[in-house]
């Protein structure tokens, strides 16, 4: 046997056109220089490592139809998000004309009892240069009792939607 056979070897390798000549030592380590297209010489080379497991195989990324069906997923869930806010914006904009047409009422209610049913009667209008997209009707209806009147402040946007209108009553005296 050759001198030292039992922990080094000679092997000659080539590796993409080029010849290595290694020694093979005891930790799997090769040896070699001279990485010139067919020249002999020494390198080091070492063994692939152990592969770590990461869950997903042999795949290093993801495929053209696993990225559609994320990317159809996603634009699902973004028209969803966008119609909820579409619907959340209407919804605000219902409850402000809302809060507006039942403040208004209620001013145009105090501004009838303030100066009294008898100079009102039936009557309508808006609300000039400050909400000029809302209107008002006064109703007043007679009741059973004598010197007492149901006076009801109507008030809606103007062009709105029937139905959409708000309604305060109450019961003054007649004086």
Known sequence: MAQG??????????VRGLRLEAKRQSRQVYTASNLKRG??????LQPDPEPVPCGLGSRAGFTLIEVLVAVAILAIAMVA???????????????????TASLLAASKLAEIE???VANWGESQGDFGEDYPEFTWQVETTSTEVEGLERIAVIVQRSGGVAGREVRIEELMLVE
């Open 81 to 99: 998000i966008l119609k909820a806010n579409v619907q959340n914006l209407d919804a605000l904009t219902k409850s402000r004309e809302t809060t």
């Open 5 to 14: 056979a039992r922990h080094t070897a000679e092997k000659m390798l080539e």
């Open 39 to 44: 020249q002999t010489g020494r390198a080091l």
């Open 114 to 116: 303030a100066a009294g």
